[in-house]
């Protein structure tokens, strides 16, 4: 019985069926964690939602910004400029996937051979202990199981607030809750979260950090894995005990695993999504 955690599939259904190959993926004892963005920009989403849907408890997956694009999307919501979202939107089981999808969580945690293991799409806001992640994950994940749950992705994209504080009123919370958890990469000294850079650590402006390495970041007791960077550059980042698993598939680059019991990682190269001009994006 083994645990692999995956990085950002993005509709890469080929690319992750070559990764499950080469890591002999046995559906009937092993799980999958993937950290987010099942959805967009790649080919497949339609095909890759059915799959990871179909493996029932065998599969963890926790919501990154593409997946609650496509949800705010199907509730009325705008077309990204690059959105390949059609076939999904159009599905005779359309409803039942998104169903699905909307009841994902934002953070997910659990201990294997006496680690203990966070995943979240873009990690943990450097403010947050670990119960306060619990908590804001939770406020994100009630909004998205309500009745009233349009009403949310109305007011869930956004900039403001880029501080967590307790002044803030209900949509606030929420909305730094979803940027902490699923786009976030830099932050200012002061926690503040930045959504401008996004290369590798070096290429920030001052007094950008990755929001890993802030020196003020509250400890959390855990490894953290998380996806969302696919231009981060390095996977590993044991000094701040953080794994990060997005390594570009959509981009050209290649689909990551990571075997939490032996942290061996197995990736897969995705040439035939390899773009002209090498840049890749959100």
């Not at 992705?153 to 958890?181: I, K, Q």
């Not at 570009?248 to 939490?260: C, E, I, K, Q, S």
Request: with cysteine.
């Amino acid at each position: 019985m083994t645990t692999y955690a995956i990085g950002d599939v993005q509709g890469c259904f080929e690319p992750l069926q070559r990764l499950l190959d080469a890591l002999r993926f046995d559906p009937t004892r092993d799980t999958l964690w993937f950290a987010g963005d099942l959805v967009n920009r790649g080919p497949d989403s339609l095909r890759t939602l059915r799959y990871v849907m179909s493996l029932g408890e065998r599969a963890v997956s926790v919501l990154g910004n593409h997946d609650l694009h496509l949800l705010a999307r199907a509730a009325g919501g705008r077309q990204g400029r690059q959105d390949t979202l059609e076939a999904l939107l159009v599905a005779p089981d359309r409803e039942a996937l998104l169903q699905w999808l909307r009841l994902r969580p934002l953070m997910h945690e659990d201990s294997h051979d006496n680690a203990r293991w966070v995943l979240s799409h873009a990690g943990v806001a450097p403010c947050w202990t670990l119960a306060e992640a619990r908590e804001a994950a939770r406020l994100v994940e009630s909004a998205l199981r309500d009745e009233g749950h349009a009403a949310f992705f109305a007011r869930m994209y956004g900039d403001e607030p880029r501080l967590w504080s307790s002044p803030l009123d209900p949509a606030e919370h929420l909305r730094f809750a979803v940027n902490g958890f699923t786009r976030m990469r830099y932050c200012l000294p002061s926690g503040a979260l930045d959504f401008h850079a996004k290369g590798a650590p070096g290429t920030q402006p001052a007094p950008l950090q990755p929001w890993f390495a802030l020196p003020d970041r509250v400890p959390i007791d855990a490894e953290i894995i998380f996806g969302h960077w696919s231009t981060l550059g390095r996977t590993h980042w044991p000094q701040h005990r953080v794994w990060g698993l997005d390594t570009g598939a959509v981009w050209g680059g290649r689909l990551t695993a990571l075997n939490l019991q032996t942290r061996e990682l197995t990736s897969v190269e995705c040439p035939e999504y390899r773009r002209a001009d090498g840049v890749a994006g959100d």
